[in-house]
């Protein structure tokens, strides 16, 4: 586990792992696509990617940016890239224009398919014929949820459509100028089996409010009604948070 010892060093230090992962693509070597997560916690380690990729010598950057491939882990159906709060316009905003990006490195869910489960299916196999996952950045829900994978939820659960937890709806609704009654019931989200095989899982937790929920996730035995205790499992997780969000665990490292 590290610590940073506030939001932005976090970011900035995810931000380094992110530029590291790009670069075997770049050298013309095996890489596997990113995977990628939205919410306010990726926030500030967007701004600081972007930061990091922009101040590299223009071929390096180019380089980098010419290998990138990556998967986001959910969109909200019903939303699409016009929908100011859909991922797939966040995912625009925070990366896709500062870096120019072509819309087929940087892939979501469409959550406007007209059968979103026929979408769901399709994505998690795009995912397997791409390889599978390399670094997978993930958020750590109120609940306990990693993507959309809401509680119960088992570890072999696959790329799915489903229905939101109430709480997860609520969670989400400051994001929503008119509110919970804007947030959409349903999302697609890469499952945890996909999120288990990928070769690096990186939990990035920010903020005292995810103290608890941290705590129980990495300290309590996994089980299907807190997804994210499932990564435990994972040889090569690594957890970054800041100190608020680590307030509540024993041993750590800043």
Same mark, same amino acid.
């Given at each position: 586990?590290?610590?940073?010892?506030?939001?932005?060093?976090?970011?900035?230090?995810?931000a380094?792992?992110?530029?590291? *992962?790009?670069?075997?693509? %770049?050298? !013309?070597?095996?890489?596997? $696509?990113? +995977? @990628? =997560?939205t919410?306010?916690?990726? /926030?500030?380690?967007?701004?600081?990617?972007?930061?990091?990729?922009?101040a590299?010598?223009?071929?390096?950057?180019?380089?980098?940016?010419?290998?990138?491939?990556?998967?986001n882990?959910d969109?909200?159906v019903?939303?699409g890239?016009?929908?100011?709060?859909?991922?797939?316009?966040?995912?625009?905003?925070?990366?896709? *224009?500062p870096?120019?990006? %072509?819309? !087929?490195?940087?892939?979501? $869910?469409? +959550? @406007? =398919?007209?059968?979103?489960?026929? /979408?769901?299916?399709?994505?998690?196999?795009?995912?397997?014929?791409?390889?599978?996952?390399g670094?997978?950045?993930?958020?750590?829900?109120?609940?306990?949820h990693?993507?959309?994978?809401?509680?119960p939820?088992?570890?072999?659960?696959?790329?799915?459509?489903?229905?939101?937890?109430?709480?997860?709806?609520?969670?989400? *609704?400051?994001?929503?100028?008119a509110?919970?009654?804007?947030?959409?019931?349903?999302?697609?989200?890469?499952?945890?089996?996909?999120?288990?095989?990928?070769?690096?899982?990186v939990?990035?937790?920010s903020?005292?409010?995810?103290?608890?929920?941290?705590?129980?996730?990495?300290?309590?035995?996994?089980?299907?009604?807190?997804?994210?205790?499932?990564?435990?499992?994972?040889?090569?997780?690594?957890?970054?948070?800041?100190?608020?969000?680590?307030?509540?665990?024993?041993?750590?490292?800043?």
């Open positions: 586990m590290e610590v940073a010892p506030g939001p932005e060093v976090l970011g900035q230090r995810v380094a792992l992110v530029v590291e *992962a790009l670069r075997p693509a %770049a050298a !013309g070597g095996p890489a596997k $696509p990113l +995977g @990628l =997560a919410g306010r916690t990726m /926030e500030p380690v967007y701004g600081a990617l972007v930061e990091q990729l922009q590299l010598p223009s071929v390096e950057r180019q380089g980098l940016l010419a290998g990138w491939s990556s998967f882990l969109e909200y019903g939303l890239p016009e929908d100011l709060e859909s991922f797939a316009a966040s995912m625009e905003r925070c990366l896709g *224009a870096l120019g990006l %072509a819309p !087929g490195q940087l892939r979501l $869910p469409d +959550g @406007l =398919a007209p059968h979103p489960e026929r /979408e769901a299916r399709h994505y998690g196999q795009a995912i397997a014929a791409a390889g599978g996952l670094l997978q950045l993930l958020g750590l829900g109120n609940n306990g990693v993507g959309f994978n809401e509680p939820c088992p570890p072999e659960a696959p790329t799915r459509c489903l229905e939101l937890d109430p709480a997860t709806r609520r969670q989400n *609704a400051g994001l929503f100028a509110g919970l009654a804007a947030v959409p019931r349903r999302a697609i989200t890469v499952g945890l089996a996909e999120i288990l095989a990928a070769e690096t899982v939990l990035v937790v903020g005292e409010s995810k103290a608890e929920i941290l705590r129980r996730s990495l300290e309590e035995p996994p089980q299907p009604q807190l997804p994210a205790s499932w990564l435990q499992r994972h040889p090569r997780l690594k957890v970054m948070v800041d100190g608020a969000a680590a307030s509540r665990l024993g041993c750590v490292r800043i």
